[in-house]
């Protein structure tokens, strides 16, 4: 699941402009950096093979066209010069689309990530810009090692390295205040070995373990920039999200009181994250900020599926839906369940297959409250995460 680069508790920023104070960004514009990375997975195609899904980078574009749009619209003072390249980027992938041009395709993908930093950076997001941008450089130095292109390789690891010198400093005293998200405590060094590794590869031409560096980096910055939503380690709160509370008057505006949660604890109002409901962009997930869609063509949820993002034991899930993991991926709010039947959207689809999937809820991978969660069926262990393994003829996780 993509990181949402927010800071809780804190109101989205007026459409007027920008402020001096760490803000939440946009749904909609994260929407079009989930998609420009739908976008790459879809026309680069996954490694070794890199064979392109058209249809599917079909319906990922029409996501966003929609929601670049009404960015501009909601947003009319962005930067200029990154709207311009975000235009540009937007318009050349709709032709290498049709055309089915891998290589224009793939660049044009990936230049909406190197424009979104700027754009992110308008909003004042916890997250320095150059870790954002780190994100998008990682995967582009795959493109350019893939395609041959040697000098704009080495480019891309100067832009990351100095990127990374620039930040790595903050990066190291934020490490020790957060083990909610897994990966923190190697994630220095993993991104290190990433670009040092990447030195020989772009000088000996090896394409292999360039591109297996950039694929690396680019998870790597994903655990980073979780690292900048999480909540200090024994930090209590004393009100809002993950505070302890008896009744709804306990929490702040626009929480409840979950008391199926621990004996009590204060959580976002389910009737702002429509968790487990269709979706098509996070829009139509409700006004939580940590809201998004994984949508069926960007992400593989069939019809779409409303959930929220990050989560843990003080940024709690809505009553009715629990914070776990698929394999491979951090915890997000699921739909919490006891039978397949919970996990039946209306009208019914007979394309929608969800079921009633058993979870970890062991920290950094799981937080509960249950360890049941409406998803859909596994077909490989790595789907499930350790020590749960996948029964592939029912589609469950097993102990």
Known sequence: MKRTLIVLGLSIIGCGGNSSAPGVVPPDLRDVERAGEGLVSATFGAYPDRMPDWSRASQVYAILKTVWAKQKTATPNLP??????????????????????QKDAAYAANAVGLAIPPLYDFFHPDAPQEIVRLDAVFRQVGLDVHFGD??????????????????????HTRVPTCHRVGGTATVEGDI??????????????????????SENGALEIDTLELLYDCPPDNETPTHGLGAVCHAAADCDVGQVCDTANAGGKCAPDPANAAI????TTTIDCGGDPRSACQTEAGDGYP???CFMEPCNDVQTCPPGATCVALGGESPGCFK????????????ASATEHYVCQLFSTT????????????SFPCTRDADCHTPLTCDIASGKCKP
């Open 150 to 171: 040697w000098a704009a390789a080495m480019a891309d690891l100067t832009s990351m390295t100095t990127d990374w010198n620039n930040s790595k400093a903050a990066v």
């Open 276 to 279: 487990g409901t269709r979706c």
């Open 80 to 101: 200029a010069q990154q709207v311009t390249e975000m235009d540009a980027a937007v318009a050349k992938l709709g032709t290498a689309i049709t055309a089915m041009n």
């Open 192 to 213: 290190e070995a990433s670009l040092a590794n990447l030195g020989p590869a772009i000088a000996n031409m090896d394409k292999t373990i360039g591109e297996t560096e």
């Open 363 to 374: 920290p950094p991978v799981g937080f509960g409250p249950t360890n049941m969660a409406c």
């Open 336 to 347: 919490a369940c006891a039978v397949d039947a919970d996990c039946v959207r209306t009208p």
């Open 303 to 305: 019809g779409g599926y």
